[in-house]
């Protein structure tokens, strides 16, 4: 499924924006009609190649948490926009399960949200033909080369999941670990050894173990206003 768009979520009320700078962790100053707001991040990354001055972005209403009015959700790039706010990537994800748009993972359904496995709270826990699966979801919004990469800054938490996911494959039970590359322009995705070694390490011990590791990717289109699906089995590379 790499060659056409299939839309999941349409976004309804889009504003378009231009970012000016980027104020904490979650706020960014953006220009809309001419006036200066605040709008909410929805992404703990440091999103280098889309939070950047002059960059136009799209905004949905936001009720006012941290100040803000708008809530940044994507940001151009070229013909497409990325989506950096990670809420709506898992809305997404979640529409794609149950609507068994994923090759890999038609047989599933979600049983529960944020289940605890030992210290972590893990995405979902999931019911594949009877048996019960745990999947850990991390945005992939960082393009170099033509890869999408993950992280784009080191994750002390994104390890902790990755470790218990790990133990808890080794124990004989099931774990997934996904990738949303949020992002036209790709061509496979790939962990970013340069930010965080040790999480390259994890992964790769990770794919030994038995984890199942994937990627999809997606986009928002401003056109249709559509999240669209690009590929629902993006290549993952790096990982021996």
């Not at 926009?81 to 748009?101: C, F, V, W």
């Not at 972590?120 to 745990?134: A, W």
Request: charged fraction near 30%.
């Amino acid at each position: 499924m790499s060659n056409r768009a299939n839309k999941i979520l349409r976004l309804d009320d889009v504003e378009e924006c231009i970012i000016l700078e980027r104020l904490n962790r979650f706020i960014v100053k953006i220009s809309l009609n001419g006036a200066i707001m605040r709008a909410y991040i929805c992404n703990t990354g440091r999103l280098p190649d889309y939070i950047v001055m002059g960059r136009r972005g799209f905004c949905i209403r936001h009720e006012r948490i941290l100040k803000s009015d708008r809530r940044l959700f994507a940001v151009e790039d070229g013909d497409s926009a990325a989506i950096i706010d990670t809420h709506l990537q898992m809305q997404a994800l979640e529409r794609l399960i149950a609507s068994k748009m994923i090759s890999w993972i038609r047989s599933c359904r979600i049983l529960k949200r944020n289940i605890r496995l030992k210290n972590s709270l893990i995405d979902y826990l999931l019911d594949c033909n009877g048996e019960n699966v745990y999947l850990e979801v991390k945005s992939a919004v960082l393009r170099r080369g033509g890869y999408a990469m993950y992280p784009d800054c080191p994750s002390q938490r994104g390890r902790r999941h990755i470790r218990e996911i790990t133990e808890h494959v080794k124990s004989g039970g099931r774990g997934i670990i996904l990738f949303i590359a949020a992002m036209p322009n790709v061509e496979a995705f790939k962990p970013n050894i340069s930010v965080d070694p040790e999480m390259d390490r994890l992964l790769k011990e990770a794919d030994r173990t038995g984890v199942v590791i994937k990627a999809i990717q997606m986009h928002y289109d401003p056109r249709s206003r559509f999240i669209c699906l690009l590929n629902d089995d993006l290549r993952v590379e790096n990982l021996m």
